[in-house]
T-cell receptor, first 114, second 112 residues
Framework: NAGVTQTPKFRILKIGQSMTLQCAQD?????MYWYRQDPGMGLKLIYY???????DKGEVPNGYNVSRSTTEDFPLRLELAAPSQTSVYFC?????????????FGPGTRLTVT | DAKTTQPPSMDCAEGRAANLPCNHS???????VYWYRQIHSQGPQYIIH???NNETNEMASLIITEDRKSSTLILPHATLRDTAVYYC?????????????FGKGTHLIIQP
């Protein structure tokens, strides 16, 4: 299993540009998440999905959009990039029914908006 | 989810046991204690979780006090590769369809 994969690893955007961060998992997990991590801080949840076709906002959703058309893929779309979106973005997945869950994280995408 | 308190940083000598404390005095009965770590520039990695009983796996041991208001993560024989930020997270069982709440964690530095 490749686990959780993210592309690209690095990206520099100009203010106002758009891009899509890709995330895929091959573990047949039902839950998927997008987090961002600013320097020296913990992770903050942007969006999450409990299954294909179902998404919901997390703590910091403004400026982002997501879709989940398949179990495997959960792309994050940035429209009209702003310097405040400079951050490291992590995608994660988990299989959850009841009880505890273990989240698996991707390697991250480092985004700079200038 | 209950809030957690961790020291911002700790040092430990290589080969010794690293004991990382976490306070979660407002924990509810159905909330698990999770530990994750993040090695520099990498995604977080799950370590261990527990509800009431002490737990051990190939990476670490988790000791939860009887009143569940605090816990300790133990790395039995720390190596340089264990240098990372360690996050203690409290989260309800199966619940809340949202993500994990990461604080600032403890920066553990393993000294050679």
């Amino acid at each position: 299993n490749a686990g959780v994969t993210q592309t690209p690893k690095f990206r520099i955007l100009k203010i106002g540009q758009s891009m899509t961060l890709q995330c895929a998992q091959d573990m047949n997990h039902n839950y998927m998440y997008w987090y961002r991590q600013d320097p020296g801080m913990g992770l903050k949840l942007i969006y999450y999905s409990v299954g294909a076709g179902i998404t919901d906002k997390g703590e910091v959703p403004n400026g982002y959009n997501v879709s989940r058309s398949t179990t495997e893929d959960f792309p994050l779309r940035l429209e009209l990039a702003a310097p405040s979106q400079t951050s490291v973005y992590f995608c994660a997945s988990s299989y959850r029914l009841l009880g505890a869950e273990e989240q698996y994280f991707g390697p991250g995408t480092r985004l700079t908006v200038t | 989810d209950a809030k957690t308190t961790q020291p911002p940083s700790m040092d430990c000598a290589e080969g010794r046991a690293a004991n990382l404390p976490c306070n979660h005095s407002t924990i509810s009965g159905n909330e698990y204690v999770y530990w994750y770590r993040q090695i520099h520039s990498q995604g977080p990695q799950y370590i261990i979780h527990g509800l009431k009983n002490n737990e051990t796996n190939e990476m670490a041991s988790l000791i939860i006090t009887e009143d569940r208001k605090s816990s300790t993560l133990i790395l039995p024989h720390a190596t340089l590769r264990d240098t990372a930020v360690y996050y203690c997270i409290v989260r309800a069982s199966g619940g809340g369809a949202d993500g994990l709440t990461f604080g600032k964690g403890t920066h553990l530095i393993i000294q050679p």
